[in-house]
Nanobody
Framework: QLQLVESGGGLVQPGGSLRLSCTAT????????IGWFRQAPGEERKAVSC????????DYVDSVKGRFTISRDNARNTVFLQMDNLEPEDTAVYYC????????????????????????WGQGIQVTVSS
């Protein structure tokens, strides 16, 4: 059964760091693009960062550039989101999504910031940035 599980969330003070993990089971992980999204109360789910199946291409929305780093370890079926210098505006439920790519080299041909691109989702994990 295909499943994504997020972990690593919690409460952190402004300026602090957290590392989120998204671990997959039930599918060939190295054929899937992975995206991190977040949803604050009363808002839509929005893209944060995405990574190609082999990890050679990563994308970030402007609000997190220079603060967040996405990476993946396909041997461990896990994608990480290192979040540094966190701000209260980063408070949200964070989700990881996965989409199968028949040709992993075609990553740039897709709108990876569109949540409709992703077939599978984790249950989400809360990140709260507050003093």
């Amino acid at each position: 059964q295909l499943q994504l599980v997020e972990s690593g969330g919690g409460l952190v003070q402004p300026g602090g760091s957290l590392r989120l993990s998204c671990t997959a089971t039930g599918f060939k992980f190295n054929y899937y693009a992975i995206g991190w999204f977040r949803q604050a109360p009363g808002e839509e789910r929005k893209a944060v960062s995405c990574i190609s199946p082999n990890g050679d291409t990563a994308d970030y929305v402007d609000s997190v550039k220079g603060r967040f780093t996405i990476s993946r370890d396909n041997a461990r079926n896990t994608v990480f989101l290192q979040m540094d210098n966190l701000e209260p505006e980063d408070t949200a439920v964070y989700y990881c999504g996965a989409n199968y790519m028949h040709n992993p080299n075609n990553y740039r041909n897709y709108d990876v910031y569109n949540k409709a691109f992703y077939e599978y989702w984790g249950q989400g994990i809360q990140v709260t940035v507050s003093s």
